[in-house]
């Protein structure tokens, strides 16, 4: 028996969905400019998962995906264009977006990106220039 919980997230419509198991590696809140404009918002809530923790269950064939660069593979349905998740294979995990998973319990512990940030947020959580130095950035934190 095992005591992991999981979540069930779907896209706007419905038609791709999808479960986390476990917890996420990491979570918080993205100021990118490629975040921003991806999810239409001045600021992205993101959940990081190792990729064998999300299984799409439903859908999968429906899954449009797109690359601006190696980093992230964006995925959104392709009847509602609701975005489902991002993958980045570079830090080795998958980004399910907050929003994505309504019943999660989101407990934001950084803001990464925070130099691009149009939207400040005082809310005491540590912000990051770019990402933590075990995920590839400089791990440089940055005024509130």
Request: aromatic share 10%.
């Amino acid at each position: 028996m095992t005591d992991e919980h999981t979540y069930k997230g779907s896209c706007f419509c419905g038609a791709v969905q999808l479960t986390v198991t476990g917890e996420p590696a990491a979570m918080g809140y993205c100021h990118c400019e490629s975040c921003r404009h991806w999810s239409a918002g001045p600021v992205n809530a993101f959940t990081l998962w190792k990729p064998e923790a999300v299984q799409i269950t439903q859908g999968a064939d429906n899954v449009g995906t797109y690359n601006k660069s190696p980093n992230s593979y964006r995925k959104w349905c392709e009847t509602c264009g609701g975005h489902v998740l991002t993958e980045h294979p570079g830090m080795g995990l998958t980004d399910v977006y907050a929003a994505v998973i309504p019943d999660f319990p989101f407990q934001p512990g950084v803001h990464v990106h925070y130099q691009e940030t149009v939207l400040r947020i005082r809310d005491g959580l540590p912000k990051l220039k770019d990402v933590p130095e075990e995920l590839g950035g400089s791990g440089e934190s940055i005024a509130e």
